[in-house]
């Protein structure tokens, strides 16, 4: 058994990482296919293959469980891991240290318990309950708080942007210099889509290609997108332009350079980006968070039932 001891955020990550040119010399059958089990990140028939390979050569059902987390967890599918919280549950008391391949207590088990039943109620919009199992699983496991804390976070967001109007009447200043007033720019459109950008995000510029992919889906169907330089210093925006000359295509939509007084960054809570926030027309804010959560879709699909997700190459 291997037991690992870092927080649920860093597991993916250090799955990939331990790789080495033959990285199951030595490992029996048994072994290996656990191993790829718990490593398969690529689809769900991918892992779903993974699983049913390491069930044949005896994998537990435990460590089956705990591959369908983690590879839940790597890719932010909170909607699938809500649905897996009667599974934990049925298991909580059935659990056997002997048997798991991640886990080196059994309180950090205990821990990812009441972490998806956490997600579950926040899902279902139950606060309380939502309250009790993340700081049940704080209580049991404190090192995996980081992995924990994000859904805090978003608790905390979605409440504050139920208090938030943007004011379409704004004017901003485009990257060319001119400037521009919101409500120009969502002339004849369903709703308003902010893009936080940075050139010197790593992320931003590795995922460059995938937001053009995807900005071109949505502006298509008739939702404005801008993206927004929370930093529209000199230096930020020669290096934004020297990003857009080493493309074969200019990004879609509009780019502006927020405002250093009362910012839409400030306003919107932007800590981090990417970030994207969709607004209707009536200024309130549908959704704020990652570009890669399933919920962004779901609202824009419900804006414009025309509008599907691009398959991405880069996987942010």
Same mark, same amino acid.
């Given at each position: 058994m291997r037991c690992l001891t870092l927080s649920l955020l860093f597991l993916g990550h250090l799955l990939a990482e331990d790789a080495e040119p033959d990285p199951y010399a030595g490992l029996n059958?048994?072994?290996?296919a656990i191993e790829q089990m718990l490593s398969e990140r690529?689809?769900?028939e991918a892992l779903e293959k993974a699983i049913a390979k390491a069930r044949e050569q005896g994998a537990s059902e435990q460590s089956i469980l705990e591959a369908r987390f983690i590879y839940h967890v790597d890719r932010r599918e909170d909607d699938l891991l809500a649905r !897996?919280?009667?599974l934990f549950v049925e298991r909580r008391n059935k659990f056997d240290l002997s048997e798991s391949e991640i886990f080196g207590m059994r309180e950090d088990w205990l821990a990812v318990v009441e972490y998806v039943q956490a997600i579950a109620a926040l899902k279902n919009n139950d606060k309380a309950a939502f309250k009790k199992h993340?700081?049940?699983a704080f209580w049991l496991s404190p090192k995996?708080?980081?992995a924990f804390a994000p859904h805090i976070e978003r608790l905390r967001l979605d409440e504050s942007m139920k208090k938030v109007k943007v004011d379409f009447t704004r004017r901003f200043t485009t !990257?060319?210099?001119?400037?521009?007033?919101?409500a120009t720019l969502v002339e004849n459109k369903k709703a308003l889509l902010f893009h936080f950008w940075s050139p010197w995000s790593r992320e931003c510029e590795a995922s460059i290609d995938d937001f053009i992919a995807s900005a071109q889906e949505i502006t298509d169907n008739d939702v404005a997108v801008i993206s927004v330089l929370g930093d529209a210093s000199p230096e930020v925006i020669t290096d934004t332009e020297a990003i857009f000359s080493s493309l074969s295509k200019s990004p879609p939509g509009v780019w502006i350079r927020d405002s250093e007084k009362a910012s839409l960054s400030q306003l919107l809570r932007i800590q981090n980006v990417p970030m994207m926030v969709l607004v209707g027309l009536d200024g309130k804010v549908i959704f704020n968070g990652h570009p890669a959560e399933n919920r962004l879709w779901q609202s824009l699909e419900g804006i414009s039932p025309e509008i599907e997700r691009p398959a991405l190459d880069s996987g942010h």
């Open positions: 059958p048994l072994q290996v690529d689809s769900p !897996m919280a009667p993340i700081t049940e995996q708080g980081v !990257m060319d210099g001119e400037s521009v007033a919101l």
